[in-house]
C-alpha cells in the first residue's frame, strides 16, 4: 500500500476521536510545559492565512480557526517519510542524547554526583510525544524545532535513553496562545496536530522500528495524542500490540470502567498492575490534595477526557503508581532539569544551581494512588519532615491543576526504572 496516502479506516477511525480532543484542549487550557507556568492570556495575533490543512506559520492564525464547525473534510496526512524529527537516533544535535548526570542530594542536604548516560544497544524504543509548549502565535505551532521542545525533551524524555532508542516527532501542536483563546482552535487545526503524530508513527513502524518493543510516553497534550493514537493503530491491532512495551500517559485523565483495569479508553490494554509487566498502560494526574471539583485532571467529565463522553458505563480516571504499580505508598525518585529549577521549586530553588543537567531529591516525597469524591489521582506528599532540609515544590498553578506541571519528573527516576523492568520481561 501506498504509505503517502491517507488510509480509509484510519481516516474513518480518527475523525472522532480528534473531534473530541478539540473538546478537551479547548476547554481546558491544559498548558503542561515545565518551562510556562500557566498559559499566556489575551488574544493571539494574526496575519495571512497559511495553506489549508498545513499548520500556521508563526505569527498566522490557523485557515480552519475562523470557524468552531466541525467540518468533515479532513487535511491531507503528511508524507510518513517527510516527518521532522525531534529526537531520534543518530540524529544531529539530538536533545534525548548527552549527558545524563544528576546531582542526588540527600536529606542532610549533602550531595554527590551520579553519573548517567544514554545505553549504547537498548533493545526496545521509545515513542515520546511532547507536552503544549509552543510560544509562537499561530493556533497551530510550525515544525520548527524551537528552544521550548528542546527543553522539554531534555526535562522529560531524556533519561529514558538509558533503557531505550527515543524516537520524537515535532507535530504542529495547539500552542499556548490558542489553548489561551479557545473559539481559534477547530477540528482542522486539532486534526492538523493529530494527523502530524499518527503519520509520524507510520514512519518510524515502516522505518525503525524492525519488530522492536515500543514504550509510548506522553504528557498532556502529547498524551491526548497518544491515547488517540493508540485507539487508532495499536489497541485494535494484535500484530501492532504485540510489540507494546508499555505506554506512559500522564495527565492526560485515561479513563477506565469504575473499579476495572482495562475498558474505558482501552478494550484490550489494561493498567500496569506488576512492575515488568508489558502491554499495558500507566497513567495518572499528581495532586498534593483531593482534586477540587471544578479540578482539570482527575475527573470524568472534566473536559481532558475526550473518549468518555459517550460511555454507557460509569467510567473513572484511571491511576497507576508508577513507584508501586501493585497498590500502596511508595517513595519517589524525582528527576529535575538543572535549567528551569526554579519553575518547579520557586523561590526554594537552591543557588547556586548544580553544575550536572539534573537534580534529584530521592525520597523526600512519596506517591498513592487515591479514590474519593468522584476523584482518582496519584497523591503527592512531602514525607521528610521538618529536618529534611531540601526544597519543597512550589508550582505556580491553580488548584484546579494541582501538581501537573510535575507529573513526569516528581516520578522519573521510577518510570525509567519500570521500563528497564518491562524491557527485560519484554525479551
Known amino acids: 500500500m501506498d504509505r503517502r496516502r491517507l488510509r480509509g479506516d484510519h481516516a474513518a477511525m480518527r475523525k472522532p476521536i480528534v473531534l473530541t480532543l478539540i473538546v478537551a484542549i479547548a476547554t481546558s487550557a491544559c498548558s503542561s510545559s515545565a518551562l510556562t507556568a500557566s498559559p499566556p492570556t489575551g488574544p493571539t495575533s494574526s496575519s495571512a492565512a497559511a495553506a489549508p490543512g498545513t499548520p500556521a506559520a508563526p505569527g498566522q492564525s490557523d485557515p480552519a480557526a475562523s470557524s468552531t464547525s466541525s467540518a468533515t473534510a479532513a487535511p491531507p496526512s503528511p508524507a510518513p517519510d517527510d516527518t521532522t524529527w525531534l529526537c531520534k537516533p543518530d540524529l544531529a544535535s539530538d536533545p534525548c542524547q548527552g549527558s545524563l548526570d544528576a546531582t542526588i542530594v540527600d536529606a542532610t542536604g549533602k550531595s554527590i554526583v551520579q553519573p548517567a548516560s544514554p545505553a549504547a544497544d537498548p533493545t526496545i524504543d521509545c515513542f515520546y510525544v511532547y507536552p503544549t509548549v509552543s510560544l509562537q502565535k499561530g493556533v497551530n505551532a510550525t515544525l520548527s524545532i524551537d528552544p521550548e521542545e528542546r527543553?522539554?525533551?531534555?526535562?522529560?524524555?531524556?533519561?529514558f535513553s538509558q533503557v531505550c532508542r527515543v524516537y520524537a516527532p515535532m507535530y504542529p501542536q495547539l500552542t499556548l496562545a490558542a489553548i489561551a483563546t479557545p473559539s481559534k482552535i477547530s477540528y482542522m487545526?486539532?486534526?492538523?496536530?493529530?494527523?502530524?503524530?499518527?503519520?509520524?508513527?507510520?514512519?518510524?513502524?515502516?522505518?525503525?522500528?524492525?519488530?522492536?518493543?515500543?514504550?509510548?510516553?506522553g504528557h498532556s497534550q502529547g498524551a491526548l495524542m497518544l491515547t488517540a493514537l493508540l485507539k487508532a493503530e495499536v489497541d485494535p491491532n494484535p500484530s501492532t500490540r504485540r510489540l507494546l512495551v508499555s505506554a506512559l500517559l500522564l495527565g492526560g485523565n485515561v479513563t477506565v470502567p469504575v473499579g476495572k483495569s482495562v475498558g474505558g479508553d482501552f478494550a484490550n490494554i489494561p493498567a500496569c498492575s506488576t512492575a515488568g509487566q508489558t502491554g499495558c498502560v500507566v497513567a495518572y494526574s499528581s495532586f498534593?490534595?483531593?482534586?477540587?471539583?471544578d479540578a482539570l485532571f482527575g475527573r470524568v467529565g472534566s473536559g481532558i477526557n475526550p473518549f468518555s463522553q459517550n460511555s454507557t458505563v460509569p467510567l473513572q480516571v484511571l491511576c497507576v503508581n508508577p513507584a508501586a504499580p501493585g497498590g500502596g505508598s511508595a517513595p519517589?525518585?524525582?528527576?529535575?532539569?538543572?535549567?528551569?529549577?526554579?519553575?518547579?521549586?520557586?523561590?526554594?530553588?537552591?543557588?547556586?544551581?548544580?553544575?550536572?543537567?539534573?537534580?534529584s531529591y530521592p525520597g523526600e516525597f512519596s506517591a498513592e494512588c487515591k479514590t474519593s469524591g468522584g476523584a482518582t489521582w496519584l497523591q503527592i506528599d512531602r514525607t521528610g519532615g521538618a529536618s529534611d532540609r531540601r526544597p519543597d515544590l512550589s508550582v505556580a498553578e491553580s488548584p484546579a491543576w494541582g501538581l501537573h506541571v510535575v507529573d513526569v519528573n516528581i516520578a522519573l527516576g521510577n518510570l525509567v526504572d519500570l521500563v528497564r523492568l518491562e524491557a527485560s520481561a519484554f525479551h
Open 151 to 159: 527543553a522539554v525533551a531534555v526535562a522529560q524524555a531524556a533519561r
Open 189 to 217: 487545526s486539532a486534526l492538523v496536530a493529530y494527523n502530524y503524530v499518527d503519520s509520524a508513527f507510520r514512519n518510524y513502524m515502516a522505518h525503525y522500528n524492525n519488530g522492536r518493543g515500543i514504550v509510548f510516553i
Open 332 to 359: 519517589l525518585k524525582p528527576y529535575f532539569p538543572t535549567v528551569g529549577l526554579s519553575l518547579f521549586l520557586g523561590s526554594a530553588a537552591p543557588a547556586p544551581m548544580a553544575t550536572t543537567p539534573f537534580v
Open 288 to 293: 498534593d490534595s483531593t482534586p477540587p471539583a
